[in-house]
């Protein structure tokens, strides 16, 4: 049995709060193809950043060729024959592949872009590979395909013995595809080990020879992919442990948020919702659940008002008369739909101010706390410190800046915040990505309780155990389609996984 | 002494050590420059009384510089908009002659107008076309500049026609002097008056605290349900209207009439007035006073000392300089700790 | 139109737009590199001083050239300084820059040459023989100084660089997208700081250009403005050498034609002309402002996260 010309041995990870990596090991031979399969969070990219020197390991030790790999930064793992092709890619827009290849150049060249050179590298590359490359094209101007392309020429001009790609079709439309499947098995058949990450077990089943599925941080099964069945797949990939439903029956009362048909084009014109239609009702927890890209991020943007769809109907029965169609923010909160934003340092607060005047920040429209245009720092002031009580915020008083506050903290805040005046519609995308076990309870049992008095909730994650714990009725979004909503008791977490994780 | 305090200190020296270089390279004592300086501005009425006429301009453009820049508006064009509000003003008040006590505040909100026009123009340039403000609004001081120059030797000149510089404004509307004495006039209540107002108002106002947020985070603006154009638009507006109310308070205060470069010196100084404040109203009153004790000062060192007035420009520079390098260390610091 | 005339206009237009025109091409290589010095008028202010006094102490133009040219160099290396190490904001600490360069000049003038303007040794235009006695093109295209000549080469140089070089894809690279430079070895710090000191240069021969070849003397505040014209035309020129001279001479004939409008249209009065140069600045800048070409990066201060 030759050496593997990559050992992964008990390599393990920890970051505050949560063990990313636990003891994996793996193995990948000259010339396989390696399928990493997990769901967001088992640990995949963990894994991948250390491979890529991005990240080092807490424990265990890693080989290429039997030898120890020196993986300290990124240059180490390119010099050590670690090649990667990221998700995002790190090509600059505004120059032309040429330019891009120059720049993934380690050679260091001589005062000139040797042109001629990179040409009859790339020129070669393209052959072997049987794609086409455009030296003198804009990055910008490329499909995303011929794209990924260039990252993957221009990964290879090191001439790495192994390639990892993270994630490689999520961007891809389905006839690319096979394109880049057909590329990654001629490069197996140069010799080159491929690590190929990805949640979709579609394109695992398709292209790789082995398979290793990651579930929370942990290797969970292995084994060839011929021999493997897609149900067994998705067993070992989201578990069958079944989590028991503790929280009361609720009968769904009137529709308060409805949607029909709802489309938004990219920017390359395919379409990131693709016709979507559904209902919330009050007293109703509605899950919406996807893989990121799919379109899940857009909808909820879309809904909270913060983007304008392309086609479709939004109608909102809140407070007051029915609005109809999409509306903007300010229309929105005036009437009670509450968001909790999915990127909270981005979108939600600031952190430079006063917990009190981030707590002032959603309440000039309903005017709530500026009446008159005035605002009314001492009530913002007074309920903000309630709350600091209430949810048990660890914070000295309403008067420090909210970047003091830790995470957790901070999403609490936002959460009591935003489910302060009761609104009948709230929006919660991802609202427990990131946090502590305690927070992500509690977070959890806030937005039972509002479901429990009247409002309807939309929430959006990725955590299967939430959805249960959580949700009467849950929806998959995958490519830009909606499958769903169902009740949770007439589905099983294998089915959404099975939404989830490949083609309808 | 904690390390940061000590660079704060490091600074503070540099700012003080640079300026009197130059003064050693004229030729001068720093020491008895220093002494003349802040004895004239500071140890007589004559002085001081200067110092205070120069800080009434300075604090309401101050005012308006601080305004557009808690919006993340560079807005530069304070002087070209002091110009438009002075130019405005003048021109309407021949209308304002029989209009009694009216007459005072309608030749002001004449001048406000003038430069909220020309604040209004940035601010469309800025949403319709994405602009950048920075250059535009710098461009359009040069264009105002020339606007003055015409009016003075055109449309606007004195009856008898000689010199280039505007007809004289009507009693009614000058601006009374507070002491016969000196050059201070009532337009010192104009500019505490605003400073004030303009405190209560950003710091008390949704609409000051939309242009905090805005000037801190347009996505989180948009996530509050706030309009970013709108804002801009309305902040320029207002920025302009400050600059213009300081054009016509400086002609009915000081000059009576439109001259050449009436206005030198003011729009960049306001800049490093309201920066030092932190853009904060109440504060801007002070920093003025202080860049009019440059100001006056120099000109005090040029007549007693033969020191050419341009070290003003030196002096104020190099404080710019340190307050950026002292916010950078305190920043650096607070990161580290 | 008369002959003479246009050959006049023409040859003015561009003998006058490259003070404009060389600091416009500094700035361009600067902001091209992800960084923006409103503050060159400042620094073209000292350039023209330094020029002035160091063409007459040392009796060549070439003497004040290189006075200037260092002066300009050190200003603009303090500036880096300050907004690449310290990361103070770029826009404020160039209009800190513009004041400073004012004081500087204005201070060291009165102190050295008393304040008064004076004749000084200049770089005459050029007398190339057949080549200049050619109609209309001989004075308009061989008929100006050495320094023009010098300037067009510089920014067919500039050009070669940026497309062709490994430092001017790294410069390039470091304006675009400064993480995806920084994962490729290069260091953005450093390439933006030498752009910053490399457009602080041009900004002071700009200013030299104006004092000994255009004006041939020194005025207080001569340049009114030039160095934020400068700057509408890296962005009329869209951050290309070749399109940022282009505009420069735009505003160079927008300068030589109001002049003569002057002349040729009596009853408007003449500062609506003097106004023209800089209303056609604010029209490109609103034309042109978004414009695909921006440095994504520009204006925003980098730190590397390489060591882990």
Not at chain 1, 257 to 265: A, E, I, N, R, Y
Request: charged share 15%; with cysteine.
């Amino acid at each position: 049995m030759s050496t593997p010309l990559l050992a992964v041995d008990g390599v393990s990870r920890r970051f505050p709060g949560v063990l990313a990596n636990d003891e994996v090991s793996l193995t990948l031979q000259r010339g396989e193809v390696l399928g990493l399969l997990g769901e967001n969070g088992a640990g995949k990219s963990t894994l991948m950043n250390i491979l890529a020197g991005i990240v080092s390991p807490d424990a265990g030790e890693i080989r290429v060729d039997g030898r120890v790999a020196d993986l300290r930064t990124p240059r180490h793992a390119a010099a050590a024959g670690i090649g990667m092709v990221h998700q995002h890619f790190t090509l600059i827009g505004a120059m032309s592949v040429c330019d891009n290849l120059a720049l993934g150049e380690r050679r260091v060249g001589g005062f000139l872009v040797d042109r001629g050179a990179i040409a009859r590298r790339a020129a070669a590359l393209a052959r072997e590979l049987r794609i086409e490359l455009d030296l003198d094209a804009q990055v910008d101007a490329l499909s995303v395909g011929q794209q990924q392309q260039v990252e993957i020429v221009k990964a290879l001009s090191g001439d790495p013995a192994i390639l990892i790609l993270d994630e490689p079709t999520a961007v891809l439309a389905p006839e690319e595809r096979a394109g880049l499947f057909d590329l990654l098995a001629r490069l197996a058949a140069k010799g080159t080990g491929v690590v190929l990450i990805s949640h979709r077990l579609e394109d695992i089943m398709a292209c790789c020879d082995r398979v290793v599925v990651l579930r929370h941080g942990r290797v969970v099964g292995s084994g060839a992919v011929a021999g493997l069945a897609r149900d067994d797949l998705i067993r070992m990939v989201i578990g069958d442990e079944i989590v028991p439903v503790e929280r009361a029956p609720a009968v769904p009362g009137e529709a308060v948020l409805s949607v029909q048909d709802l489309v938004l084009h990219r920017a390359n014109g395919t379409p990131a919702i693709d016709g979507a239609s559904f209902t919330v009702h009050r007293h109703e927890i509605v899950a919406l659940c996807g893989v990121e890209g799919n379109g899940q991020s857009e909808l909820v943007q879309i809904v909270a008002g913060m983007q304008s769809p392309d086609g479709g109907t939004i109608d909102y029965r809140l407070r007051g008369s029915p609005l109809i169609g999409p509306q903007g923010v300010a229309t929105l909160r005036q009437h009670g739909v509450a968001h909790i934003a999915e990127d909270r340092l981005r979108h939600a607060v600031l952190g430079d101010l006063s917990l009190a005047d981030n707590w002032l920040l959603t309440a000039l429209f309903p005017r709530a706390l500026a009446p008159h245009g005035w605002l009314d720092r001492a009530e913002a002031a007074r309920q903000c410190t309630a709350a600091l009580r209430q949810f048990d915020i660890k914070a000295r008083d309403a008067m420090v800046p909210l970047a003091h506050l830790s995470g957790g903290n901070q999403q609490k805040l936002v959460l009591a915040r935003e489910l302060h005046d009761e609104p009948p519609l709230v929006i919660a995308a991802h609202p427990t990505r990131g946090l502590d076990a305690r927070t992500i309870a509690f977070v959890q049992g806030q937005l039972l309780q509002a479901r429990d008095r009247g409002a309807g909730v939309l929430l959006l994650t990725a955590d299967l155990d939430e959805v249960w714990a959580l949700a009467d009725r849950v929806m998959v979004m995958s490519a830009g389609r909606l499958h769903g909503p169902v009740p949770v008791g007439s589905t099983s977490r294998h089915q959404v996984g099975h939404w989830m994780t490949g083609p309808r | 002494m904690s390390g940061l305090a000590l660079r704060q200190g490091a600074i503070l020296a540099l700012a003080l050590l640079v300026p009197s270089l130059f003064v050693m390279l004229a030729g001068k004592d720093p020491v008895a420059t220093w002494g003349v300086l802040l004895g004239y501005t500071l140890g007589s009425w004559d002085g001081f009384s200067d110092v205070l006429v120069r800080a009434i301009p300075l604090t309401l453009l101050g005012l308006g510089v601080a305004v557009a820049f808690r919006g993340g508006i560079f807005n530069i064009g304070g002087e070209g908009q002091l110009i438009a509000g002075a130019v405005l003003a003048v021109a309407a008040s021949p209308l304002l002659q029989g209009l009694g006590w009216f007459a005072l505040p309608l030749y002001l909100l004449a001048g406000m107008l003038g430069g909220a026009a020309a604040g209004g123009v940035v601010g469309w340039l800025r949403t319709r076309y994405s602009a950048n403000e920075i250059i535009v609004t710098i461009l359009m001081n040069y264009v105002f500049l020339q606007l003055l120059t015409w009016v003075i030797r055109g449309p606007l000149q004195e009856p008898m026609g000689f010199l280039p510089r505007s007809f004289v404004i009507g009693d009614g509307l000058k601006l009374g002097l507070l002491d016969a004495g000196s050059r201070l006039h009532a337009g010192l209540f104009v500019a505490v008056a605003a400073a004030v107002v303009l405190q209560v108002f950003l710091t008390r106002s949704a609409f000051g605290f939309g242009l905090d947020v805005i000037g801190r985070s347009a996505e989180v603006a948009r996530y509050a349900g706030i309009r970013p154009a709108r804002l801009v638009v309305l902040g320029l507006l207002l920025s302009g209207a400050l600059g213009g109310l300081a054009g016509a308070v400086e002609i009915a205060g000081v000059f009576h009439r439109l001259e050449d470069n009436f206005a030198a010196g003011l729009g960049l100084s306001a800049i490093a007035v309201a920066l030092m404040a932190g853009l904060r109203p109440a504060l801007i009153p002070f920093t003025a006073i202080l860049f009019g004790i440059f100001h006056v000062g120099s000109g005090a060192l040029q007549r007693q000392l033969s020191l050419p007035f341009p070290l003003v420009w030196i002096v104020q520079g190099v404080v710019i300089l340190a307050f950026l390098a002292a916010r950078a260390v305190q920043a650096q610091h607070g990161r580290r700790t | 139109m008369e002959l003479a005339l246009l050959t006049g206009l023409l040859a003015a237009g561009l003998r006058l737009s490259m003070s404009i025109g060389i600091a416009a091409l500094g700035e361009a290589v600067a902001q091209r590199s992800g960084t923006i010095n409103v503050g060159i008028e400042g620094i073209m202010l000292v350039g023209a001083f330094l020029a002035a006094y160091g063409a007459l102490t040392t009796g060549s133009p070439w003497g004040g050239l290189a006075l200037a040219v260092l002066g300009g160099m050190v200003l603009a290396g303090i500036q880096a300084w300050f907004t690449i190490v310290l990361r103070t904001d770029q826009i404020v600490t160039g209009i800190a820059f513009v004041i400073l360069g004012l004081g500087l000049s204005g201070f060291l003038f009165r102190i050295s040459m008393g304040g008064a303007p004076s004749s000084l040794p200049a770089f005459r235009p050029l007398d190339l023989g057949p080549l200049t006695a050619l109609p209309l093109v001989g004075p308009v295209l061989f008929g100006q100084n050495i320094l023009f000549y010098l300037a067009l080469v510089a920014a067919f140089g500039i050009w070669f660089v940026m497309k062709r070089t490994r430092l001017g894809l790294a410069i390039r690279a470091c304006g675009e997208n400064p993480a995806a430079a920084d994962a490729a070895g290069i260091r953005v710090n450093r390439v933006r700081a030498g752009c910053t000191v490399f457009g602080g240069a041009m900004a002071a021969l700009g200013g030299a250009y104006l004092a000994i070849a255009q004006i041939n003397s020194f005025v207080e505040d001569m340049v009114v403005g030039r160095g934020f014209l400068a700057i509408a035309c890296v962005v009329f020129g869209r951050w290309h050498p070749i399109g940022v001279l282009l505009a420069a001479i735009t505003f160079g004939l927008a300068e030589a034609a109001q002049i003569r409008l002057q002349t040729w249209v009596p009853g408007v009065p003449y500062q609506f002309f003097l106004m023209l140069p800089y209303v056609l600045g604010i029209a490109a800048l609103a034309a042109m402002a978004r414009s695909a070409a921006l440095p994504k990066a520009l204006g925003r201060p980098f730190q590397s996260h390489r060591r882990r």
